[in-house]
């Protein structure tokens, strides 16, 4: 009988060999163009949200949604502060986009790009989540049954392996 090659399973790549943390070293990789695109959701009792959408999305905050944009973007640029083994990147661009999905809920979408050794995942995570937490901060005086999530990485392009859709790296 032949034996096919077996794939290694994938590891934890921010634990070393003795399973402590550790920050992964980047300094061999090549610098490539990276972008990454992920997904929070905010969902609204109906009352809040008919209440959102009649009001133009505002709250007795300010605009919810550019208040959200601005935490988001700034949440993207500090991913390193909160994240213990996130390397610092230049952030080259930084998009949102908010509409209504559906009739209750906002959906939050933040991509990230930048041209470096390691991706921009957990930056365009951290966007579309905080800035989901600022929607929530901004109505929570409206209801406090909204609930936030699912959040989650809908794509990334560049380094070892592309996934899911993103407009891509050179976008």
């Given at each position: 009988?032949?034996?096919?090659?077996?794939?290694?399973?994938?590891?934890?790549?921010?634990?070393?060999?003795?399973?402590?943390?550790?920050?992964?070293?980047?300094?061999?990789?090549?610098?490539?163009?990276?972008?990454?695109?992920?997904?929070?959701?905010?969902?609204?009792?109906?009352?809040?949200?008919?209440?959102?959408?009649?009001?133009?999305?505002?709250?007795?905050?300010?605009?919810?949604?550019?208040?959200?944009?601005?935490?988001?973007?700034?949440?993207?640029?500090?991913?390193?502060?909160?994240?213990?083994?996130?390397?610092?990147?230049?952030?080259?661009?930084?998009?949102?986009?908010?509409?209504?999905?559906?009739e209750n809920a906002l959906s939050i979408e933040c991509e990230v790009r930048t041209v470096?050794?390691?991706?921009?995942?957990?930056?365009?995570?951290?966007?579309?989540?905080?800035?989901?937490?600022?929607?929530?901060?901004?109505?929570?005086?409206?209801?406090?049954?909204?609930?936030?999530?699912?959040?989650?990485?809908?794509?990334?392009?560049?380094g070892k392996r592309d996934f899911g859709a993103v407009a891509g790296a050179g976008a």
């Open positions: 009988m032949n034996a096919k090659p077996t794939k290694a399973a994938p590891a934890l790549t921010h634990l070393d060999r003795a399973g402590h943390p550790a920050m992964v070293d980047v300094g061999a990789k090549p610098v490539t163009a990276r972008a990454a695109l992920a997904r929070c959701r905010v969902r609204f009792p109906a009352a809040v949200a008919a209440q959102l959408r009649a009001s133009g999305m505002s709250s007795k905050k300010g605009a919810v949604i550019d208040t959200a944009i601005v935490a988001g973007t700034m949440a993207v640029k500090r991913t390193h502060e909160l994240i213990p083994f996130c390397h610092p990147l230049p952030i080259d661009g930084c998009r949102f986009a908010v509409d209504w999905d559906g470096h050794r390691t991706g921009v995942e957990m930056e365009a995570l951290t966007g579309a989540t905080v800035a989901a937490l600022t929607v929530y901060d901004m109505c929570k005086a409206l209801s406090h049954a909204i609930v936030i999530g699912p959040a989650k990485l809908v794509g990334k392009r560049g």
